[in-house]
C-alpha cells in the first residue's frame, strides 16, 4: 500500500501564492508519474500538472505561466508553487502517484479571495 499526505492549502488572497506539498510513503520501489489534479465546488477533477520521474511536466491551459511542478525524488515528494492565485484556483487540491496502479491522496483546501 502507498499512501499520499497533502499539505500546503490555505486561504489566501488573488494574487498571493501558495505551495503544496504531497509526500509518498508505503509500499515503494519506484515511482512513476506524480501530479496534481483539483476539483472546484460543483465542478469535475481535472488534471493541473503532472510530471514525469524524468522531471517532464505537462500543465492545464488555465495554469500555465502561474504554477510550477516539481518533485523530490529522494523524498517521494511533489511539490506545487502556485502563484498570482486567482479565486477561479479555489477547490480541493488532490496529489496523484502511479506506483503500479494510481494512488491518490485525500486533497488539501486552497481558497482564494477576491
Known amino acids: 500500500q502507498v499512501q499520499l499526505v497533502e499539505s500546503g492549502g490555505d486561504l489566501v488572497q488573488a494574487g498571493g501564492s501558495l505551495r503544496l506539498s504531497c509526500a509518498a510513503s508505503?509500499?515503494?520501489?519506484?515511482?512513476?508519474?506524480m501530479g496534481w489534479y483539483r476539483q472546484g465546488p460543483g465542478k469535475q477533477r481535472d488534471m493541473v500538472a503532472v510530471i514525469t520521474s524524468g522531471g517532464s511536466a505537462d500543465y492545464a491551459d488555465s495554469v500555465k505561466g502561474r504554477f510550477t511542478i516539481s518533485r523530490d525524488n529522494a523524498k517521494n515528494t511533489v511539490y506545487l508553487q502556485m502563484n498570482s492565485l486567482k479565486p477561479d484556483d479555489t477547490a480541493v487540491y488532490y496529489c496523484y502517484a502511479h506506483v503500479s496502479r494510481a494512488y491518490w491522496g485525500r486533497g488539501t483546501q486552497v481558497t482564494v479571495s477576491s
Open positions: 508505503g509500499s515503494i520501489f519506484s515511482i512513476g508519474a
